[in-house]
């Protein structure tokens, strides 16, 4: 028989209690997870957090493993459930605006106390089987579930474009709660009207073109065999985490001996520094040269997105994620933070240029700028997407999504 809705019912009672202590613990866990990544996550951390001792988690949750599965899959459906909802709506545009809405209200009832933020996913691929492979199934239909926002195109071109848009909506989504506690909460709708002018009618004033041009950076060869060393950290950190990444799997990856990596780094942690200060210094590096040349702003705003996406999509690449941010301690994270946040400021101050000189759309220069650091900061995980069409165009195809916003199919003639 199922078990009795009737409240002064003892069973039901229970159920209640059994489903309360465990939504807490899935609460606590996330943010445990956004605070120390999935590996770093504890029992005990977890037991502290609402009040409970280690094993009345296990009680709920045998293993860790499970308990970070549960909160990822909770990520994962909360996602489906937003986009069940946006796509009520008529046309992409309205779906966007309304996926983008919904998340705007996530987060300020989350900074009002009133909800607690799910587990982020950058975890989800150094899971271990066989929570990887369902996790990340998972993952795949919310991706194509994004994409069906802009409809379902009988063009492959189309299709991959909406792919493009789709991970730059998310990633942009995703991105919100690194920069938007800097709002008080009764700016939050005028944001997000802001984000959505951005996502309208992207950063090209009427008339641009997309004709960039690829710059050439200073790469530093002067010692090659430290510069392999971090790519190939940079990669793995991007794809299993900060914990993930461990000095062992880096090393087996470039063939070389523990010992050789501790002949250029004397830890981790100064190994994630390094991978950022190489990352920044890429981004640095181009937007001073695009000052250096000649042409409007927009064709120097142009000529740094190319050159960035190019990087990330090719050898040369990648660029850290921010996501092994929560590895680092406190204070070298502030510091990454920090040059992070100067770096988002000269991107705004280039849109600001742009917009005063005319040939750049008239939008906020400093959420504009936060939709700049998403989309080179998100392009690594388009890699194998990017791979399966000339490089030149990808990077278009990816530009296309804030250059010219997410609805302008230009880039497709």
Known sequence: MPASSDPTDPASRSTKRFAAKRDAILAAAAEAINDQSAKGMTFADVASRVGLNTTSVTYYFRRKEDLASACFEHTLASLQAMLDEAMIEPTPEARVARYLRI??????????????????????????????????????????????????????????????????????????????????????????????????????????????????????????????????????????????????????????????????????????????????????????????????????????????????????????????????????????????????RRFAGMIADGIAEGSVHAVDPLVASQALMALQNAAFDMRKWAGTMPRERAVAFYASTVMFGLFDARVLA
């Open 103 to 344: 998340n705007f209200d996530r987060l300020a009832r989350i900074q009002r106390g009133e909800e607690t933020a799910f587990a982020v996913l950058s975890d989800l691929r150094a899971m271990e089987e066989p929570f990887r492979g369902k996790l990340m199934a998972g993952w795949q239909r919310v991706f194509r579930n994004t994409r069906l926002l802009w409809g379902d195109p009988a063009e492959r071109a189309a299709k991959d474009l909406n792919g493009a848009r789709a991970h730059v909506l998310l990633e942009n989504t995703f991105w919100l709660s690194a920069w938007l506690t800097r709002y008080e909460l009764d700016e939050y709708p005028r944001v997000e009207a802001r984000l959505m002018d951005v996502f309208r009618g992207g950063l090209a004033a009427p008339g641009a073109r997309w004709a960039p041009h690829l710059l050439t950076l200073d790469d530093d060869e002067r010692e090659p065999g430290r510069a392999a060393f971090l790519r190939a950290a940079t990669t793995l950190i991007n794809q299993l985490g900060y914990r993930g990444a461990s000095v062992q799997k880096i090393a087996r990856e470039l063939n070389v001996t523990k010992g050789s990596f501790y002949h250029h780094l004397d830890a981790k942690d100064e190994l994630v520094a390094e991978c950022y200060r190489r990352s920044f210094d890429i981004i640095a590096d181009a937007q001073a040269r695009a000052h250096d040349g000649s042409g409007s702003v927009w064709q120097m705003l142009s000529d740094v997105v190319a050159t960035l996406l190019d990087v990330q999509f090719s050898e040369r690449g990648p660029l850290l994620r921010t996501t092994a941010l929560s590895g680092l301690p406190a204070g070298e994270r502030e510091v990454m933070i920090d040059r992070s946040n100067r770096i988002a």
